[in-house]
């Protein structure tokens, strides 16, 4: 019997695969817990349309972040913060501290997780920050710390 899955089944495909299974297992597992949906000409071409339209959507979600990467790469911030003597921070620089500036002055919105400092900044100076925007998709931007002035 040809089934086509509503979400992901162990050991037997991903959400909108058609698939074909014993009669019994789709009659007594799959289709009672709504698992799957028995297989027609119409639910076929419904789910190569969600196929379709999600690979569109993929591809325009790597390209806008392509385009975000590019525009990382000309990114210098400036953070002023306030330091004790022997030029050392009080407390530290974060992703979060990053996020914040980006969002004040370049208007990029990202999630702290896409910052991938190894541990924070605790010193005056300029440091090259990679940001992973997604698996296969990564950009550096270049933070300065600087003393604040005031």
């Given at each position: 019997?040809?089934?086509?899955?509503?979400?992901?089944?162990a050991?037997?495909?991903?959400?909108?695969?058609l698939?074909?299974v014993?009669?019994g297992?789709?009659?007594?597992?799959?289709?009672p817990r709504?698992l799957?949906?028995?297989?027609s000409?119409?639910?076929?071409?419904q789910?190569a349309?969600?196929?379709?339209?999600?690979e569109?959507?993929?591809?325009?979600?790597?390209?806008t972040?392509?385009?975000l990467?590019?525009?990382?790469?000309?990114v210098?911030l400036t953070?002023q913060?306030?330091?004790?003597?022997?030029?050392q921070?009080?407390?530290?620089?974060?992703?979060?501290?990053?996020v914040t500036a980006l969002?004040?002055?370049?208007?990029?919105?990202?999630?702290?997780?896409a910052?991938k400092?190894?541990e924070p900044?605790?010193?005056?100076?300029?440091?090259k920050?990679?940001v992973?925007?997604?698996?296969?998709?990564e950009?550096t931007?270049?933070v300065?710390?600087?003393k604040?002035s005031?």
């Amino acid at each position: 019997m040809k089934v086509i899955l509503r979400t992901g089944v162990a050991n037997l495909g991903e959400a909108g695969d058609l698939k074909e299974v014993t009669g019994g297992f789709a009659r007594n597992f799959l289709l009672p817990r709504k698992l799957a949906y028995p297989a027609s000409k119409a639910a076929e071409k419904q789910v190569a349309e969600e196929h379709q339209a999600n690979e569109r959507r993929t591809v325009k979600e790597h390209r806008t972040q392509l385009e975000l990467a590019s525009k990382l790469k000309d990114v210098s911030l400036t953070l002023q913060v306030t330091v004790g003597s022997e030029e050392q921070l009080y407390g530290s620089v974060s992703e979060r501290d990053i996020v914040t500036a980006l969002a004040a002055e370049y208007q990029i919105e990202l999630e702290a997780k896409a910052i991938k400092i190894e541990e924070p900044i605790k010193q005056l100076g300029v440091y090259k920050v990679p940001v992973r925007l997604s698996s296969e998709v990564e950009s550096t931007i270049t933070v300065w710390v600087v003393k604040n002035s005031g």
